[in-house]
Structure formats: C-alpha cells, structure tokens
C-alpha cells in the first residue's frame, strides 16, 4: 500500500508532516552532522527579530522533571545577519524553511519584518511568534488578548503573500478563543503551545536557577496541556494547526494528529536525541502501514470520544 504522508498548510506543501521548533534546532547548520536535514518536512529558525538582540543574563537554562526551564530572551543576529549567515546555508537544503519572528518593542516591527521577507523566495512562511514568555520587560503577551492577536495578525496578513502561522502560548485562560482571533485575522495555521511559564529554585543558595527568575517550560512535562489545548482550538477553527510540546517519538506524535493537528513540531527532544524527527518521519509510515491507513491526514482529529 502507498502511503501518503504529505501535507498542505496555506500554500505550503510538505512532503512529510514533521518539522523541528524554533528555538531548539538553531539555524539547522549545527544538526548537519547528525542526521539527513532533507528528510524533514519542514525547518522552523530560531526567532528572528529586526535588531540583533544578546537575549538574558545567564543562566538560562535548567532540567526539570520530565523537561526543562530556558529563558535565553530571543538571543538572535537581528534580521540582516541571518539573511546574510545563516539563510545561505538553509537554501541549499531544498526543503521548505518557515522564519519565525518576534517583536522587541514596537507592533510595527512585525510589518516591517514581514515586508522585508515577503521577498525573499527561500523563505517558504512565516511564524509569528507573539508567545515567548521569557523576554525581560514583558508584562503581557499579544497572545493573551484576542483583540492584540487580531490586530498584530492582520496587519501582517495585509503585508505578506507567504503562508502565515501563528504560534500561541498555554498561559492564557481560553485557548480556542485566541485561535479564532488568529484565524478570523487571516492566519493560515497556529502553532500551539508554545512553552509555560515556569521557575525552579537552586535550595543550596536559595536562589531561582535561572538569572530572568522564570522561564518557559518545555518537554513531555507539558505534553498533556498541549494535547488538550490542540483538541480544544480543533474543535473550534478550521484552519490547520501545528502541534507542539513534549513530542519525543512517534506515539506521543500520534497522540497530536488524533487530537486534531495537521503537522508536529519536535521541539526539546532535539537536545536529547537529535534524530527524532526522522525516526518520528519512519515510525509514522510504519504505524500507517501496519492500520492500514493510506494517508496521514486521516489521523487528524480521528478522536472518539
């Protein structure tokens, strides 16, 4: 039986539905030893923002049980380095590259970014990330209030022709609702979740483990919020979603497509192994075989409740 693992999300096409979270796989370039990037479906950079930033004070990162604290504050070379460092070595990898960008200060900066983009044929979509919970001087997030994400996600919608995915964040009270504001902005996908907040104390010194205090929180810690959010903003948009959260192989991958999501994003897992989501590519293909399921996208939203 031939099966289908391809996916569509806005005019993105995938080849398969597996793609590496922002923030946990770098600029690709530093994975290259370890496995074949070509086989993913897609590459997600680490957030970009228009100025270079130095992101916090260390330490920024910390284990968990079951996952870990990071608070690295969008550390990035600002947008004209990586076009200029980084996207060369993305482009000959021949596969869809989707940049992810955030704002500093100003909601402006997303149209900005985006207009500048918007040309730039190697970069196949864009990921708002209007979620990162660990940005010093932050008080609230553009994803915690639906009339924040509707405007900052329509006034890039109006700027770009790419494909255009919204990443959004746990730590608000209704998450279907953000997710329809996203959508009714002209989003073409969301993302969901992005990390938690979270703190971890150091009892020898009494001090917070990380420099910021708080952190996100990522890994199979936070796997059950996140299937429960995806099932929640599945049931009310109709856009496609990318899940994300705590996936480290292909049953917790399985668990996000029944829950609703068109594609994964394997995210903390690639400190730890780096080849998860190529074994996740090959254990998807055999799961369909073996149920004799012929197309990946009959596993979205195939709860029975």
């Known amino acids: 039986m031939s099966i289908n693992l391809s996916v569509k999300i806005g005019k993105l096409k995938l080849k398969n539905p597996v793609m590496v979270a922002s923030g946990t796989f770098g600029y690709a370039e530093e994975f290259k030893d370890f496995i074949n990037l070509k086989e993913l479906g897609a590459i997600v950079t680490k957030t970009i923002t228009l100025n270079p930033r130095q992101g916090n004070l260390p330490p920024r990162t910390c284990e968990t049980p ?154 199979p810690a936070i796997r059950p919020v996140a299937l429960k959010m995806v099932w929640e903003a599945y049931n009310k948009i109709k856009i496609p979603i990318i899940g994300m959260g705590g996936i480290i192989d292909t049953l917790s991958a399985l668990e996000f497509f029944i829950a609703g999501a068109t594609a994964v994003s394997v995210g903390t897992v690639n400190f730890i192994n780096p080849k998860a989501g190529v074994e996740i590519i090959s254990g998807l293909k055999e799961y369909l075989e073996r149920n004799k399921i012929n197309r990946i996208g009959k596993l979205t939203g195939n709860l029975k409740i």
Do not use: H, W
């Not at 864009?126 to 932050?138: D, K, R, T």
């Not at 008080?139 to 509707?150: E, F, G, M, N, W």
């Open 66 to 219: 079951a996952g870990m604290l990071n608070s690295i504050g969008l550390e990035n070379p600002g947008l004209e380095l990586f076009l200029k460092d980084k996207l060369p070595f993305l482009k000959k990898l021949g596969i869809p590259v989707i940049i992810s960008i955030a704002l500093e200060d100003d909601p402006r900066e997303f149209v900005e970014l985006a207009k500048r983009i918007n040309k730039i044929n190697a970069l196949s979509a864009l990921e708002l990330n209007i979620s990162c919970p660990n940005v010093a001087g932050q008080k609230t997030l553009i994803s915690q209030d639906p009339k924040a994400t509707y405007q900052t996600v329509s006034s890039v919608r109006k700027i770009t022709s790419k494909t255009l995915i919204t990443k959004l964040s746990p730590n608000i009270t209704c998450i279907s609702e953000i997710a329809q504001a996203a959508e009714a902005a002209g989003s073409d996908a969301v993302s969901l979740i992005n990390t938690l907040s979270g703190m971890s104390i150091d009892l020898a010194r009494r001090k917070p483990k990380l420099a910021a205090i708080t952190g996100g929180l990522s890994g």
